[in-house]
């Protein structure tokens, strides 16, 4: 006889290969039975017959063949062979290794009744049920069944499970080949599988009630795969008593419905289903009325599929659902969001919502809670262009609602509590980066009665160039314009514009000490020594760091840190009454902006200048003048009142000068002490750019002007080897003249005025080594300012005369 284990043309994802060679096995079904009550071992060769083996037996078949076989009380092991229909009762023991069972018609393949079973690399084929699994009603003994790398394949059932009995499964196959067969039936007892699948061709499982016993079924899947492959992957079908039912899906199990069903619970069953680190499930769980299911995601767990008339959902631990819960009005449901899990999809007819430690339900469409419980958790809106409404009767706990407004039309989403709010809550709002043609005010909510606090999240939302405040005026909530406020996108506008000044000016304060090194060195002599051959060349490198924070009149103020690296050269001329030195040098620095509210900036420049310095050492007087021509290239992360971040791009150029006038005066001890007046002028390109937002910056050319009255006082120093120091400090007075730098943000104008007053101070010292022609140089400094205060600023460098 020949069995084949599925329909002709049904594919079974679960089931990777299921190869079974048609054995043409033509036993006689009506030869005596021969009873072995002493040990015996069945070889090659020997005749091929039905035993019957009393208690205290032993029967080994050992790479043979036999008929069907019955144990009462015995042993039955198989070592590679070949059998009919195996029986086992009164506390039997069977042991296959590498069998293959083929049953005779309408006989179970292998029936374990108050017996135990170890089943290995063994293939079991039957008509009806390929394994049965059983106890005596009265009088049940401890029946467990192990089946290891083993394929069971029965017409009806693959296998069937009793009351009272377990059968442990381990990378082994289960099979109901018919068109209304069933891969598992579950009839009360216990199953605990890892790997491997079970599969029916209506459902993967049937879970269905014991005729004698009520008793709750415990089903544990670990990464076996689930199918129906014309019905629901599980089923419940209670013929006798009430089915109470434990399924456990952990480490990637999955169910596959071939109506799209993963569970069906009819008939008054009761299944409560706990999925457990499961990456991906897809199908619906369906509930008759009279049934009962409690659903539990958790770990990790992912389900895309709808819910109907469960009784409770659970999610937990980063765990989503994607799909709705939906009820009859006469079986409401309660659902958890926990840990970070979150909720996608329409939660029709509930008793109770609860949204904790920020899990997120995600509405879909229009939604009516009765009891809605917010602790940390977030209920968003599915927002435009469909705006959805959310009717709740009764609010509690503390929370945020994600919302989605079009601030120029009037229309948003709604939240409406019918009854009593009470607590603490958010609104966060979706911003924009367009300007609202109409500021007029626009209604998210309305709350019949209750104490709740309602306030936006974070800050004002941002709306274009300004923001819009929450404002409650009698029941209702509404999002009124700001104009005080600007939005998180014009003050970082404002602060790259803003910026460009200080990094210029940053990167010539290195240059200012050149004509110092020169002095240390002794290569500036006086008028009455100098010959035209004593000229030197000489190269630099240094770096350089700052610091600064600024206080913008229009939004949060920001800080900014620098750090870059300056080389050039130079070439000292000895011309008419004073000494001369001309070189020129080029850079980079890279400017990183905290805008505050979680946005950032960053200007990367890079630069090339020149320098003349005349000085006369006979009077001490000396002009030193730079000038430099930067590239910018912006780029700048907005964090917008909801946390989205929008970003822009823009590069443009910039030129800026320096002219310092003073005078080298020597006092006694060595000491020194030079006053010196500075003007500094600097523009920068102006620029047109967007964000990603929408938001539009149209820049006029930066401009600054920054005088500067000091003085440095210091004094050199030589060492016993010969080597000289400098040490020195330098204090001055900067102001910056420039009130108008516009800004225009979405047509709206903004004077971007950072003119203030600065007390300067610094410390610096140079060594020249033995050898003259090197010098190690360092400085650190800070002033304070009414909008600008530089905390730091410290630079090192050195220098080579040849």
């Given amino acids: 006889m020949s069995y084949s284990i599925l329909p002709v043309g049904v594919s079974i994802p679960c089931v990777r290969t299921v190869s079974i060679f048609a054995l043409s096995v033509f036993f006689t079904s009506y030869s005596q039975a021969r009873t072995i009550n002493v040990d015996e071992t069945i070889s090659s060769g020997d005749p091929v017959e039905n035993f019957v083996i009393g208690s205290g037996a032993t029967v080994t078949v050992n790479n043979a063949s036999t008929l069907n076989v019955s144990s009462n009380g015995s042993q039955f092991v ?47 084929i039957s008509n009806v049920t390929g394994l049965q699994v059983a106890r005596v009603v009265n009088a049940p003994l401890a029946t467990t069944v192990s089946l290891i790398g083993t394929t069971v394949t029965g017409g009806e059932t693959g296998a069937v499970v009793s009351a009272q009995t377990v059968l442990n499964m381990r990378d082994s196959q289960l099979v109901g080949s018919s068109l209304s067969g069933n891969g598992l039936r579950l009839a009360g007892g216990d199953v605990f599988a890892r790997g491997g699948s079970l599969v029916g061709g209506q459902n993967g499982v049937l879970l269905s009630g014991d005729n004698f016993l009520s008793r709750a079924n415990s089903l544990v899947l670990d990464g076996v795969c689930v199918e129906g492959v014309n019905g629901a992957a599980i089923s419940v079908d209670s013929a006798g008593r009430p089915v109470v039912t434990e399924v456990h899906l952990i480490n990637s199990a999955n169910l596959v419905g071939g109506n799209g069903n993963l569970l069906e619970v009819n008939n008054g069953g009761t299944v409560n289903l706990t999925v457990d680190n499961v990456a991906s499930l897809t199908g619906n769980i369906k509930v008759a009325t009279g049934a009962i299911s409690n659903v539990v995601l958790q770990n990790n767990s992912l389900l895309t599929g709808n819910l109907h008339n469960v009784a409770s959902v659970s999610l937990n631990n980063q765990s989503v659902l994607k799909g709705d819960v939906v009820n009859d009005s006469t079986n409401p449901s309660s659902v958890l969001l926990d840990n970070g899990s979150s909720l996608e999809g329409q939660i029709v007819n509930s008793s109770r919502v609860t949204i904790n430690n920020k899990a997120q339900w995600k509405v879909t469409g229009d939604n009516e809670v009765n009891a809605l419980a917010l602790n940390g958790g977030t209920v968003k809106f599915h927002g435009a262009p469909t705006y959805s409404r959310l009717n709740v009767v009764n609010l509690s706990g503390e929370g945020t609602f994600g919302l989605d407004a079009n601030l120029a039309s009037g229309t948003s989403d709604f939240l409406n509590v019918t009854g009593t709010a009470s607590g603490k809550h958010q609104l966060l709002v979706t911003p924009t980066g367009n300007e609202p043609t109409s500021r007029n005010p626009v209604k998210v909510g309305n709350i019949a009665a209750g104490n709740a606090d309602f306030s936006l999240s974070g800050r004002a939302i941002d709306a274009g160039a300004f923001t819009y405040k929450l404002l409650k005026d009698g029941e209702g909530l509404y999002l009124v314009p700001d104009k005080e406020t600007v939005s998180t996108g014009t003050n970082a506008a404002l602060a790259i514009a803003g910026t460009a000044p200080t990094v210029l000016y940053a990167e010539m304060t290195t240059l200012n ?260 022609s090197w010098q190690v140089y360092a400085e650190v400094g800070t002033s304070q300012g009414k909008t600008i205060d530089q905390d730091w600023s410290a630079s090192a460098g050195l220098s080579y005369n040849f």
């Fill in 78 to 124: 198989v070592n590679t062979g070949t059998t009919q229909d195996i029986a086992a009762n009164n506390g039997s023991t069977v042991t296959l290794n590498n069998a293959n069972v083929v049953a005779r018609a309408n006989q179970p393949g292998v029936r374990i009744t108050n017996s135990n079973a170890t089943i290995t690399d063994s293939t079991i």
């Fill in 513 to 772: 000490t050149r004509l110092g090194d020169r002095r240390l060195n002794g290569a500036e002599p006086s008028a009455r020594t100098r010959s035209t051959d004593q000229s030197q060349v000489g190269v630099w490198i240094r770096t350089y760091g700052n610091q600064y924070r600024v206080a913008n009149a229009y939004g949060e103020g920001y800080s900014q840190n620098q750090n870059g690296v300056s080389v050039g050269g130079d070439k000292q001329l000895l011309m008419g009454d004073g000494q001369w030195l001309v070189g020129g040098f080029g850079g980079y620095s890279k400017t990183d902006l905290d805008l505050k509210l979680g946005s950032t900036a960053t200007i990367d420049s890079v630069y090339l200048g020149g320098y003349l310095t005349w000085y006369d050492a006979d009077s001490g007087y000396y002009v030193d003048t730079v000038a430099k021509l930067n590239q910018f290239d912006n780029h700048a992360e907005v964090r917008m009142s909801d946390g989205t971040l929008t970003k822009s791009d823009y590069k443009n150029l910039g030129l800026s000068g320096s002219v310092e006038v003073g005078k080298h005066i020597a006092l006694n001890g060595a000491f020194f002490v030079a006053p010196y007046t500075q003007l500094n002028a600097a523009v920068v390109q102006g620029k047109d750019y967007t964000l990603d937002n929408g938001l539009r910056v149209s820049n006029d050319n930066t401009r600054s002007l920054l005088g500067e009255v000091g003085a440095t006082v210091g004094r050199e120093i030589v060492l016993g080897n010969g080597s000289k120091l400098q040490p020195r400090i330098k204090a001055a007075v900067a102001h910056e003249f420039v009130k108008n730098n516009v800004v225009s943000v979405n047509d709206n104008d903004f004077n971007n005025n950072l003119a203030t007053t600065s007390v300067k101070l610094s410390g610096g010292i140079n060594w020249a080594p033995t050898r003259k």
